[in-house]
Every structure is written in C-alpha cells, then in structure tokens.
C-alpha cells in the first residue's frame, strides 16, 4: 500500500509518499486535512485500485476506483437536504451535494478498513459513479 498526501503552498504541491504506511500514519495525516494547505490523502493498492479522502475541517468527501474502471463515491442516505458544500480537495474548490459529505470518524473508519483490506467499507454505502 502506498499513501500520498498532500501540502499546497500557494499554486505550488508537495506530496508526501509513504510505502507501506500504519494506522495511525493514516489517522494522522487524514486528521490534517483543512481544505485549505492539506486537501487529500490517497491509498493506493496499485496503479488501478485506491481511496480517495479530500477536504477537511470535519468535512470530507471520499471515492473510490476499483480496477481503473470503476469509479464510487460514499454517500450517506437519508441524510437532510441542504446546500452544497464548498470544498478544496487537490487545489480545486468544488461544490459536493452534502450526502457526500462526511466526518472525520467517517473518513477515518473508511482509510482504516482500506489500508487493512484494500476493499471500501462494506459499513457504508457506495454509489457507482
């Protein structure tokens, strides 16, 4: 498993990359996330499988791809109607419909079951985008 994260400054990205990173590496890098300086935090498998964590300050976005060709994004059902959300995820703000939006127990449950299994978190629900 690889992870990347990473670190804005201005128009300007640094990634950090860690072969083979442990739990708390990942519980520590995504508790960093601030939408703003650090945006996401991937796992990679390989090459055509990986976990996609963007966002930050208690609001996180998460996806998917499953052998390059299959792309998820979690949801979360039932939850309330509201506005879009505003987040930076990989230095570009967008707005994300607020069933994608999730928190960081959320965000952490999923990298953790991911870094384990290299699968998604069979506890949530994943839409196939």
Same mark, same amino acid.
């Given at each position: 498993m690889i992870l990347i %994260?990473? @670190?804005w400054s201005g128009l300007d990205c640094r990634q950090l990359t860690m072969k083979d990173?442990?739990?708390?590496?990942? %519980?520590r890098l995504v508790g960093n996330l601030d939408a703003s300086k650090r945006?996401?935090?991937? $796992?990679?498998?390989? @090459?055509?499988?990986? $976990?996609i964590i963007g966002g930050g300050r208690g609001q996180y976005v998460i996806s998917a791809s499953v052998d390059g060709d299959r792309f998820f994004s979690l949801v979360l059902s039932g939850k309330p109607?509201?506005?879009?959300?505003?987040l930076n995820i990989g230095g570009q703000e967008a707005e994300y419909p607020p069933d994608q939006v999730v928190d960081e127990v959320a965000a952490i449950a999923c990298a953790t079951e991911y870094l384990k299994s290299g699968k998604m978190d069979a506890n949530f629900e994943w839409r196939e985008d």
């Open positions: %994260a990473d @670190e990173p442990t739990w708390s590496d990942v %519980a945006t996401m935090v991937i $796992l990679k498998r390989d @090459e055509d499988n990986n $976990l109607s509201s506005p879009d959300v505003c």
